[in-house]
């Protein structure tokens, strides 16, 4: 790990459990003693280099992130940051992260190739799998019908999996199959506010309460990075439902494969029918990236302010 050239990492990709175990193999490796996160947008990119090129009185060992690397545009800083990663400090290493499956052509390629990584989305098999050797490790039997609400409840990413099957099983019998009723019972009474939450607030039209979700997660210190991500896949999916509802079908199946079969999922995407047109949803997922982007670079302006100014626009873009 001393040698300059395996510094600095790119960890790319949606799956975000898989990339904190990753993170957590670095942190074995170099044993850092002290560890420091920007957010590309939030601090000046020369700002997070002088960091990275002045050493540190306090440890021998830095480590340092630069989350949603993606939104590191402008020709300058991303010639700053390259020009970092192929001479780095001493004793201080580096971590690129991005929910995306790409960055500048420039900063992926000044990491060493054996460096970057693109966690993908798990599949549905193998979600349907890690979610069935949850339980079954804990000592729980669960139902193909609780495997499925498990997965359209909870954000698709292995952290957000393991984090509210850990909080099911709290309130389960060991000696009784979990069934797709269970599942959504108990992971709608227990779940904390999440975007998921939200976006069922938005599909019911009830602006008053969106606000209050919103203030409720950003409060218990919710990214908007990811509270954006996820109300991005909503709106994606209900993009998908309305063509589905549009082109007349019925099958069962064809809604599950765009995740949309457990009753609360149907409740939520039926009543976000009811008031968004196709047209609409579109509108609500451009807003999303334009607000992701708006919030990503707010140096000064409060939070809270674009926030319900964002959720305003998606309450009006209805029919």
């Not at 939070?303 to 319900?308: K, T, Y």
Request: aromatic residues 10%.
């Amino acid at each position: 790990m001393k040698d300059a050239k395996n510094g600095c990492w790119l960890f790319l990709g949606p799956e975000i459990g898989e990339k904190e175990a990753a993170i957590d193999e670095i942190r074995k490796k170099i044993g850092a003693g002290e560890e420091t996160a920007y957010y590309a947008g939030e601090t000046p990119v020369p700002q997070m280099v002088s960091a990275l090129r002045n050493g540190s009185l306090f440890a021998d060992t830095r480590l340092f992130f630069i989350k949603s690397v993606e939104g590191i545009k402008k020709k300058e800083d991303i010639d700053l940051l390259s020009s970092y990663i192929a001479a780095p400090a001493d004793g201080t290493f580096l971590v690129l992260i991005s929910e995306e499956t790409s960055a500048a052509k420039s900063l992926e390629q000044a990491v060493p190739q054996a460096n970057k990584r693109v966690f993908w989305e798990l599949s549905d098999s193998r979600k349907y799998e890690w979610v069935q050797a949850f339980f079954r490790s804990k000592g729980f039997k669960i139902s193909a019908g609780g495997i499925e609400s498990v997965l359209e409840l909870v954000e698709n990413n292995t952290a957000a999996l393991k984090q509210e099957c850990s909080r099911l099983i709290l309130f389960l019998d060991k000696n009784r199959e979990i069934s797709g009723e269970d599942a959504e019972t108990w992971l709608s009474h227990t779940r904390e506010e999440s975007p998921f939450t939200l976006f069922s607030r938005i599909a019911a039209g009830d602006f008053s309460r969106s606000l209050e979700s919103a203030r409720t997660l950003l409060s218990a210190g919710e990214t908007p990075p990811a509270l954006f991500a996820a109300l991005a896949s909503c709106f994606r999916k209900l993009i998908g439902y309305l063509a589905l509802k549009e082109a007349g079908v019925r099958d069962e199946w064809e809604y599950k494969k765009i995740g949309v079969s457990a009753p609360g999922a149907k409740r939520d995407y039926s009543a976000a029918a009811a008031r968004y047109s196709p047209a609409g949803a579109e509108t609500c997922l451009a807003l999303t990236a334009e607000y992701d982007l708006l919030l990503r670079s707010a140096y000064s302006f409060p939070q809270q302010v674009l926030m319900d100014q964002y959720l305003y626009k998606v309450h009006s873009a209805v029919r």
